[in-house]
Nanobody
Framework: QVHLVESGGGLVQAGGSLRLSCAAS????????MGWFRQAPGKERAFVAA????????NYADSVKGRFTISRDNAKNTVYLQMNTLKPEDTALYYC????????????????WGQGTQVTVSS
């Protein structure tokens, strides 16, 4: 059973930074793409960023390009989301996600989700 636990959320002023972490367990971490999503109040969950199993490729939503960076440490079974120049519209519950199929990046479908960590950006 795959288990994902996010941490690092909090309250920050606009222009500030946060780093989210997602610790994974239950299977070999280093063979799967990992992703971050977010859900703002009253909105559907939206894609934020993804990274391949070997960190060679990444993908970002247009709204976060140039401000957010996804990375991973396979030795620690952890994926990170560094968020800089935060804006009030970044306020959301942030989720870590993983697929059930190895070595898939393009068109990946996420089957496992964490509980989320809240990020609140004040203006």
């Amino acid at each position: 059973q795959v288990h994902l636990v996010e941490s690092g959320g909090g309250l920050v002023q606009a222009g500030g930074s946060l780093r989210l972490s997602c610790a994974a367990s239950g299977r070999t971490f280093s063979t799967y793409t990992m992703g971050w999503f977010r859900q703002a109040p009253g909105k559907e969950r939206a894609f934020v960023a993804a990274i391949t199993w070997n960190s060679v490729n990444t993908n970002y939503a247009d709204s976060v390009k140039g401000r957010f960076t996804i990375s991973r440490d396979n030795a620690k079974n952890t994926v990170y989301l560094q968020m800089n120049t935060l804006k009030p519209e970044d306020t959301a519950l942030y989720y870590c996600a993983a697929p059930s199929i190895k070595y898939i990046f393009t068109g990946v479908r996420y089957d496992y989700w964490g509980q989320g960590t809240q990020v609140t950006v004040s203006s």
